[in-house]
């Protein structure tokens, strides 16, 4: 689905972001990156997306290497990003009319989809009287409606409650499972990706040149419960003791 091979970026030649980077993501993964703070990780969206471009190395989407990649991803960053003056059936609109997608049509895709999101009877409501979670759902419904398999969530539920963060972890893993996505996800938060994930790619050192493959060992169905067995929490203190050493760099 996505290769990074020996990819290196940085705004000034002198101090580069990124490093001689390799990576890759399967169709249909769950994927975690995680880092300090400054470390690179919205870099690498931002390379994905198309908005920036290697200095050096390549870049395959779809086994298109180094191709226009502006469009073809889905992107759903911190903020949900709604237009205030839209209502929540039109805000999901908006990737379906990008695409020349007459309103009637459109409609009729959207409407069972808002059931499924958790999102009945919310059409003529606008984003102000929705709370922080419904939001977000209508965020993740407008990303999935732009049709793209690839899905880049940017710490899409650092901005929430602890209560309704837990539940919105639960309900993206469900809706993963449900749409076999292929999902890249940014965050801070160990446990979220732990939970989350079929692997995480923990960024290292600085520039980054350097990333630790995880692989976490959940299958199936997962419940919270899982994150207290001992093999997982060894992982989450092996994960926060590298954060650490990196914090110290």
Partial sequence: MLAFNNVSFGYDEKRKILENLSFSVHPGEFISIVG?????????????????????GDITLEGNKNGDRLGKVAYMPQQDLLLPWRTILENAYLPLEINGIDKQTAYQQIQPLLKEFGLEGTDDKYPAELSGGMKQRVAFLRAVLSGNPLLLLDEPFSALDAITKLSMQEWLLEQWKKRQSTILFITHDVEEALFLSDRI????????????EIFVPLQGKRTRNDLNLPEMLALKDRLLSTLQSEVAL
Avoid: A, M, Q, W
Wanted: glycine content about 10%; charged content about 20%.
């Fill in 36 to 56: 300090v703070s400054g470390s690179g990780k919205s870099t690498i969206f931002r390379l994905v997306t198309g908005l920036e471009h290697p200095l050096t």
């Fill in 201 to 212: 790619l923990l960024l290292k050192n600085k520039p980054v040149t350097d990333v630790e």
